[in-house]
């Protein structure tokens, strides 16, 4: 059974910093790309980050673009985002999700499978 557990949410001042955390379980981690996606109240999800069963190849959505950073450790079977110069319309939930296949080049947002249950982010003005 596999499982996603997102931590390291929290209120923080736009400007600042959260680094997320995924722990992962029930299944090689290796073997599967990771991604990192937003849903605020009221809007659609959001594609915020991924990054292959490597970590040699990583993807950001606009919104992350030069603010955000997707890491992953396959020794500790956890995946990460750094969140630097937070803005307030980064508030949203935040999920941690597992895709069926290695490579970036052939992910899309379809083929992640497995999703945690969500960490809140809140950022004041």
């Known amino acids: 059974q596999v499982q996603l557990v997102e931590s390291g949410g929290g209120l923080v001042q736009a400007g600042g910093s959260l680094r997320l955390s995924c722990a992962a379980s029930g299944r090689t981690f290796s073997n599967h790309a990771m991604g990192w996606f937003r849903q605020a109240p009221g809007k659609e999800r959001e594609f915020v980050a991924a990054?292959?069963?490597?970590?040699?190849?990583?993807d950001y959505g606009d919104s992350a673009k030069g603010r955000f950073t997707i890491s992953r450790d396959n020794a500790k079977n956890t995946v990460y985002l750094q969140m630097n110069s937070l803005k307030p319309e980064d508030t949203a939930v935040y999920y941690c999700?597992?895709?069926?296949?290695?490579?970036?080049?052939?992910?899309?947002?379809?083929?992640?499978?497995?999703w945690g249950q969500g960490t809140q982010v809140t950022v004041s003005s």
């Open positions: 990054i292959s069963w490597s970590g040699r190849s990583t």
């Open positions: 999700a597992q895709a069926l296949v290695r490579d970036l080049v052939v992910l899309t947002t379809s083929l992640y499978d497995k």
